[in-house]
Antibody, heavy 124, light 107 residues
């Protein structure tokens, strides 16, 4: 059974930093593209960024709203994905979801499994 | 960036109704279009991928169609558990973008 479990959310002051973690199980993590998606309270879904995984050289892509402030990394030996968030603003307040997007060569499996989400609140 | 515009933004319907939600892309995205369902306080659930392929375990009353710039999600006969918010997503090019959502409410 595929499972994605996020942790690391909480309350942080504007300008602060936070690192989210996502531990994966039930599939070969290193072969998989992984995404982060967020949802501000009462708002829609927003793609944050992607790590393409081993086959594509762990390349990363980001939404313009977070580029230069957020970094996505992974540790395949720990089946873990990370989201390092710096220079946080109140606009970053959201539930952050870790999402599996399948093997790099198969675009039909994008966004197929989601974690339960981790709430990040940026407030003074 | 590719803009994804859903219509309507909200709608009300009755159990048994046939419902269609539209998603328009600002430029062609081939069939790299996914539909999600999200219920309040829950995680989004993938319903349709590749514009028209039904996710395993999803009831057959859900269907998707379209290619290029215009896509539809159809629910052939609404059930009580279908009242939710629906989102489309394009993953043809970066940045990946979602539609703004369609809230489907009980009439």
């Amino acid at each position: 059974e595929v499972q994605l479990v996020e942790s690391g959310g909480g309350l942080v002051q504007p300008g602060g930093s936070l690192r989210l973690s996502c531990v994966a199980s039930g599939f070969t993590f290193s072969d998989n593209v992984m995404d982060w998606v967020r949802q501000a309270p009462g708002k829609g879904l927003e793609w944050v960024g992607r790590n393409d995984g081993r086959v594509k050289g762990y390349t990363t892509k980001y939404a313009a709203s977070v580029r230069g402030r957020f970094t996505i990394s992974r540790d395949d030996s720990m089946n873990s994905l990370y989201l390092q968030m710096n220079s946080l603003t109140t606009e970053d307040t959201a539930v952050y979801y870790c999402v599996r997007s399948g093997e790099a060569a198969n675009r039909n499996v994008r966004f197929d499994y989601w974690g339960q989400g981790s709430l990040v609140t940026v407030s003074s | 960036d590719i803009q994804m515009t859903q219509s309507p933004s909200a709608m009300s319907a009755s159990v048994g109704d046939r419902v269609t939600i539209t998603c328009r892309a600002s430029q062609g995205i081939s069939n790299y279009l996914i539909w999600f369902q999200q219920k309040p306080g829950k995680v989004p659930k993938r319903l349709i991928y590749a514009a028209s392929s039904l996710q395993g375990g999803v009831p057959s009353r859900f269907s998707g169609s379209g290619s290029g710039t215009e896509f539809t999600l159809t629910i052939s006969s609404l059930q009580p558990e279908d009242f939710a918010t629906y989102y489309c997503l394009q993953h043809n090019s970066y940045p990946i973008t979602f539609g703004q959502g369609t809230r489907l409410e009980i009439k």
